[in-house]
């Protein structure tokens, strides 16, 4: 098997043991290692999305096997990580090729820039021994609805905060998925909802102020959250206990979203509601088909 890159190609090379499969531990032990090396090199990088989760879910390491996130064998395909645009030019780039050859003795390659890259402002790059790739962020998080990340990377020493691990989630608009929705009740689980706490905590104020500047994105979430809600019964490897958790503190959640008073462009634009489009598409039915469990587009009238 290989990965090909318009004229580039790159052969996956595993270990026989393996079974074609890059097992778990190594996206552990790998993204640990990328923000490590990182670090003594003065770059702050942080990981993001479902590795992120998982990372800061320890606790309930259990729970997240039993979830099953991806239906295969493989539980991860691919590492997201977070840095600051000062990085973005020849930082990355460079770190990624001094890396691959410290570890692998050849370097990770870049993919070339594309417009949609260019537009979410990120690089990928490929394993060097194809067995999975890298999505680098620079500072923000551009999908749905925009995630800034200006002054938050130090907020925790391997991954971004727990508050924006789940807006990652809760901002996905167009199609939210079967491991999107595990991810997010992996994250609710294994953390307390607080106000003002960003230390291993959801921080609520923080989410309600976001939401009150932007009605779009208030949508989007709340109505993601409400669909968790619905959802989580269904899934067999839950609990009660697990659910009852879950359920509680995203109402703690919505109850203090709600509370924040919110500006006349907020309540103009709420009047409009979802007869005027709210997110920025970056899907379609031609490239997700019915990979989602619901599609919140499907409102807009």
Same mark, same amino acid.
């Given at each position: 098997?290989?990965?090909?890159?318009?004229?580039?190609?790159?052969? %996956? +090379?595993?270990?026989?043991? /393996?079974?074609?499969?890059?097992?778990?531990?190594?996206? !552990?032990?790998?993204?640990?290692? $990328? &923000? +490590?090396?990182?670090?003594?090199?003065?770059?702050? =990088?942080?990981?993001?999305?479902?590795?992120?989760?998982?990372?800061?879910?320890?606790?309930?390491?259990?729970?997240?096997?039993?979830?099953?996130?991806?239906?295969?064998?493989?539980?991860?395909?691919?590492?997201?990580? *977070?840095?600051?645009?000062?990085?973005?030019?020849?930082? *990355?780039?460079?770190?990624?090729?001094?890396?691959?050859?410290?570890?692998?003795?050849?370097?990770? $390659?870049?993919?070339? @820039?594309?417009?949609?890259?260019?537009?979410?402002?990120?690089?990928?790059?490929?394993?060097?021994?194809?067995?999975?790739?890298?999505?680098?962020?620079?500072?923000?998080?551009? !999908?749905?609805?925009? =995630?800034?990340?200006?002054?938050?990377?130090? =907020?925790?020493?391997?991954?971004?905060?727990?508050?924006?691990?789940?807006?990652?989630? #809760?901002?996905?608009?167009?199609?939210?998925?079967?491991?999107?929705?595990?991810?997010?009740?992996?994250?609710?689980?294994?953390?307390?909802?607080?106000?003002? &706490?960003?230390?291993?905590?959801?921080?609520?104020?923080? $989410?309600?102020? #976001? *939401?009150?500047?932007?009605?779009?994105?208030?949508?989007? %979430?709340?109505?993601?959250?409400?669909? =968790?809600?619905? !959802?989580?019964?269904?899934?067999?490897?839950?609990?009660?206990?697990?659910?009852?958790?879950?359920?509680?503190?995203?109402?703690?959640?919505? +109850?203090? *979203?709600?509370?924040?008073?919110?500006?006349?462009?907020?309540?103009?634009?709420?009047? &409009?509601?979802?007869?005027?489009? /709210?997110?920025?598409?970056?899907?379609?039915?031609?490239?997700?088909?019915?990979?989602?469990?619901?599609?919140?587009?499907? @409102?807009?009238?």
């Amino acid at each position: 098997m290989v990965w090909l890159m318009g004229k580039d190609e790159i052969e %996956v +090379e595993m270990p026989e043991e /393996w079974g074609g499969i890059v097992p778990t531990e190594v996206f !552990f032990q790998n993204a640990k290692q $990328i &923000v +490590e090396e990182a670090q003594k090199r003065n770059i702050i =990088i942080r990981v993001i999305g479902g590795m992120g989760i998982r990372m800061h879910s320890g606790e309930f390491d259990e729970l997240a096997q039993k979830l099953t996130r991806l239906k295969g064998e493989q539980e991860f395909t691919d590492l997201d990580f *977070m840095t600051y645009s000062k990085y973005q030019k020849k930082t *990355m780039p460079r770190f990624f090729e001094e890396f691959g050859n410290q570890v692998y003795g050849k370097p990770f $390659i870049k993919r070339r @820039t594309t417009i949609s890259s260019a537009t979410t402002k990120r690089h990928i790059f490929y394993h060097p021994k194809g067995w999975y790739f890298i999505d680098m962020f620079y500072e923000i998080l551009k !999908f749905n609805h925009d =995630i800034y990340f200006k002054d938050r990377l130090e =907020i925790d020493p391997l991954t971004i905060s727990v508050t924006d691990l789940l807006l990652g989630k #809760l901002q996905i608009t167009e199609v939210f998925s079967d491991k999107d929705l595990k991810d997010s009740i992996l994250l609710l689980r294994a953390h307390d909802v607080q106000e003002g &706490v960003e230390e291993n905590a959801i921080n609520a104020k923080y $989410i309600s102020e #976001l *939401m009150a500047k932007d009605w779009g994105f208030y949508y989007s %979430v709340t109505q993601n959250l409400k669909g =968790i809600k619905e !959802f989580a019964p269904g899934i067999d490897a839950l609990s009660e206990a697990d659910i009852t958790d879950v359920t509680a503190k995203i109402d703690r959640l919505l +109850e203090i *979203m709600e509370a924040k008073p919110k500006g006349m462009r907020w309540r103009a634009r709420a009047k &409009v509601g979802t007869k005027k489009q /709210w997110y920025r598409p970056v899907e379609h039915d031609g490239t997700v088909g019915d990979m989602g469990i619901w599609k919140l587009k499907e @409102t807009v009238k």
